[in-house]
């Protein structure tokens, strides 16, 4: 499914709203840090991510690279933080629920 302009709105919308989950320390994005990105982007879909201050990329390479790694959509990058997006069709959710980021 291809993003539309207005769920990235949507999604960039619920960005202000959350904690960092995942944290790229000065080893870089090593694949155990895109094991842990894969793992809450199964749980939550929407994640954010922060780059250490020693960390040798910017935050829009850094997001580029996860994102083609765990399949994922960048939604937005302002300084040294990423947010990913993916969804997964089997998290169960009734109309009205809230979406699993916010759970």
Do not use: F
Request: with cysteine.
């Amino acid at each position: 499914m291809t993003m539309t302009g207005k769920m990235r709105a949507s999604l960039r919308a619920e960005c202000n709203g959350l904690v960092a989950t995942v944290h790229v320390g000065k080893e870089g994005l090593t694949p155990t840090l895109v094991q842990s990105l894969d793992d809450a982007l199964s749980t939550r879909e929407l994640v954010k991510v922060a780059l250490n201050r020693s960390v040798d990329v910017t935050a829009k390479e850094a997001a580029a690279e996860l994102a083609k790694a765990v399949g994922a959509e960048v939604i937005q990058t302002i300084g040294k933080t990423a947010t990913l997006y993916r969804q997964n069709p089997e998290i169960e959710g009734k109309k009205g629920d809230l979406p699993p980021w916010r759970r």
